[in-house]
């Protein structure tokens, strides 16, 4: 057992990784509000070492700033952004890949691995390896003098007034499964993986689990959404539900999204069911339900039943 997985689990955090100019950086899941492909970048005005452009998210302008070592040149190709939010102003990330979620001790801030005066802030992984944090709000707090991003924080709109609405709902992980578009809870999710080794099981009466994966030595049993095209399922998303890990299989990860669907009334506890998102519907994943028809005699650690 790693040091990272001998941590109780309320004292990790939920951290998205990414790739840029090839290396890995990360950056809590609680401060992104989405993941979103990037169509086109319309060039700044003036100079910045930091900005790249501007993109169009549904309307919304969105300033893009990139991740790089110190002189690198900016990586020439950048087709994801990483939507961040703090207050009204929105900032955009490019990045050239999402590598997934993991959940990691918080970051700790680390002097001396660069000639600057101020700290580094890090993860460490399961293998011991650093990877740089982001702080996003010093981030922001750093680019005042950028004047689409002034503009965004002097906006009173509705949307702007309901910021800390939206960011305080439910992220979600999508993906897809044929033409079928689902979403996963983004905080039940560890990581999401395209390499691992798969081993059939023999079918049981009224048992649908055919199928379990191995992932850093431990055998996780595979929950399939639909029955069709079972080759295409090649991607693995890894969940934490009922103090077990799960594997859902998917052939597409399309990345994190806020819901877009009105709220709902306070004291609604109950699952969505159905969430909206850039146009399109997402089916939430009941994953005791989905648990329960794979494993109907799964045996959750306190003794009752999915």
Known sequence: MS???GLADDEKVSVLLFLSGGRRYGIRLSKV????EIEAIEPLEGRSEDYVGVMVLRDEPIPLAVVRPAGAEIPPSLPICI????????IGLAVERIIGIRRFRPERSVAGLVAEDRPQQTYLDDDGRLIQAIDVDRWFAAQPKLPLLSDQRNV????AQDAATQASRTRYMALTVGDRHFAVDSSLVERAIDDASVAMLPKRPGVRLDSVIE????VL???RLSTQALDASAIYIIVNFFDHKWAIATERVLGIVANESPARASGDDTQERVIASKGRFHEVIDLRALIAAHVPDFVRPDGSRA
Do not use: M
């Not at 009173?156 to 949307?159: G, L, Y």
């Not at 992932?215 to 431990?218: A, E, L, P, Q, W």
């Open 3 to 5: 040091l990272a997985e």
């Open 33 to 36: 509000r989405e993941v979103a």
């Open 83 to 90: 939507v961040l939010q703090s207050g009204a102003a929105v």
């Open 156 to 159: 009173k709109s509705p949307a």
């Open 215 to 218: 992932v850093s030595g431990n």
């Open 221 to 223: 049993p595979v929950l």
